[in-house]
């Protein structure tokens, strides 16, 4: 137990569906974080939070909106999304450096 | 550009000892990670160094040289267990936004 859930774990969703990824953690940090994992490629950080300010956006493309309602919650809304976006998304929260991820949702995009 | 360099895979028997480097270059420098990551699971934390040295935690140990940008991650009487994909991965600010390498599969044999 990670102490930082996401929900769902699987999603299929169509290119014009609206989805929205669910994060959560109990572990009381202050930043939280997007990152996607596709396969033989690295970890790629989306989005980073700061005390539920947005501080960071990789050159994300408009499709994916991140939100963070509080510091415990954080949400990836998703829309008009394209198969080459089917990845595992893992959300990450820290309070000093070390930043522990949840299990992550694969995601496929048909 | 900024690089992060490990091999893609290493092969090891049960019991023996493997060193797993990584070389990166970046615009500046926070801070450097080892993380495990199984197959289907999250990446958990190993290590963090910031200061040239070796840290030691159980049977793994990481060592970093800021001047050369290396590290290594050293594992010792492997387990099968130890199977996974081993990510390095550098923060260059204070945000801690990492940035990660494509992660070292270690497959170990018995």
């Known amino acids: 137990e990670t102490g930082v859930t996401q929900t769902p774990r699987h999603l299929v969703m169509g290119m014009t569906n609206k989805k929205s990824l669910k994060c959560e953690q109990h572990l009381g940090h202050n930043a939280m974080y997007w990152y996607k994992q596709s396969a033989k490629k690295p970890l790629e950080l989306m989005f980073v939070?700061?005390?539920?300010?947005?501080?960071e956006n990789n050159s994300v493309p408009s499709r994916f909106s991140p939100e963070c309602p509080n510091s415990s919650h954080l949400f990836l809304h998703l829309h008009t999304l394209q198969p080459e976006d089917s990845a595992l998304y893992l959300c990450a929260s820290s309070q000093d450096n070390e930043q522990f991820f949840g299990p992550g949702t694969r995601l496929t995009v048909l | 550009g900024q690089n992060i360099d490990q091999p893609t895979e290493m092969t090891a028997t049960e019991g023996a000892i493997v060193q797993i480097n990584c070389t990166y270059q970046t615009s500046g420098f926070n801070g450097l990670f080892w993380y495990q990551q199984h197959a289907g699971e999250a990446p958990t934390f190993l290590s963090y160094n910031v200061l040239d040295g070796l840290e030691e935690k159980g049977r793994f140990s990481s060592f970093l040289s800021r001047s050369k940008g290396y590290s290594y991650l050293l594992l010792k009487e492997l387990q099968m267990k130890d199977s996974a994909s081993y990510l390095c991965a550098v923060t260059t600010d204070s945000w801690g936004k990492l940035q990660f390498g494509a992660g070292t599969q270690v497959v170990v044999t018995p």
């Open positions: 939070y700061s005390l539920e300010e947005r501080v």
